[in-house]
């Protein structure tokens, strides 16, 4: 919503992969030959490109996916976020391929780092933009309000693929349809094998009631999904708020 004019296509190379790999007649191919054939289905050639790297067993097929498009579009601004882009920035941002790296949420940053290129912009004082070694310990402002994050634009995805076939459901049952919501951000605690702190903070920020019900209903009206999986950072960390919660959900017969 902050950036109007622009154009937005999403290329979910996981949902495609899962695709592909679900094929039993499928020809054997390469990672690079599979980021090819999606890279062809880009509309236009892209003005900014971000590319989602949240685990860190996606290191390498990420950075390969920013070559190719550099190979391919030469003047496309290549960003990358996520768990593990923030945890190892300092490798990640060395790469001749990336342009610019988002450590820490990119709600914001990633706005204003678009903003900042429109207008000309020293890009390395928008907060949480790394563009080198030299502003490796640029973090970007947490998200306090997470209502304030627009909608998600599921026109834009695969949704009738994703509800059947997303393989984080809990109950692997046939027939069942899993929507995924989060509903907050930040845990408390310090696991030494988890990045979520680093990323979102050690304070817990959550959705109201009726933003996350909203989804859920969504979700159910729009999808006919039967099953919600919920992908928080500490899921229930508030009591109080977790009981308000299925009050009205209970409230609207969910």
């Known amino acids: 919503k902050d950036l ?4 937005v296509q999403i290329l979910d190379l996981m949902l495609d992969l899962h695709k592909q790999k679900s094929d039993v007649d499928r020809a054997p191919t390469s990672v690079e030959e599979f980021i090819q054939k999606e890279l062809n289905n880009v509309g236009r050639p892209p003005d900014v490109i971000g590319i989602s790297l949240n685990f860190s067993n996606g290191h390498t097929s990420s950075l ?21 882009a923030t945890t190892f920035s300092e490798d990640i941002i060395l790469d001749g391929n990336i342009d610019y790296l988002i450590r ?11 903003q900042a290129i429109e207008k000309n912009l020293d890009v390395a ?9 030299e ?19 599921y026109e834009l995805l695969d949704m009738e693929y994703l509800v059947v076939h997303e393989s984080t ?3 692997q049952k046939k027939g069942t349809r899993t929507g995924m919501i989060f509903m907050s951000r930040g845990c408390p605690f310090p696991c030494t094998y988890c990045s979520a702190a680093k990323v979102h ?19 159910i009206n729009e999808f006919k999904v039967t099953q919600i999986n919920i992908v928080d950072d500490l899921f229930g960390a508030n009591k109080k708020h977790f009981y308000k919660l299925f009050e009205e959900i209970d409230r609207r017969n969910l």
């Open 64 to 84: 390969l996916f920013a070559k190719l498009c550099k190979e391919r579009w030469p003047e496309c601004i290549v960003v990358v976020g996520g768990m593990h």
């Open 4 to 7: 109007p004019e622009f154009e």
């Open 201 to 219: 903070g050690r304070n817990v920020f959550i959705k109201s009631v009726t933003r996350i019900v909203d989804e859920i209903e969504h979700l």
């Open 104 to 114: 820490g949420p990119g709600d914001i940053s990633f706005t204003k780092l678009i």
């Open 169 to 171: 459901s809990p109950v």
């Open 135 to 153: 502003n490796i310990s640029n973090i970007g402002s947490v998200l306090d309000d997470l209502d304030s994050i627009p909608h998600y634009p």
């Open 125 to 133: 004082f928008v907060p949480g933009v790394v563009t080198g070694v």
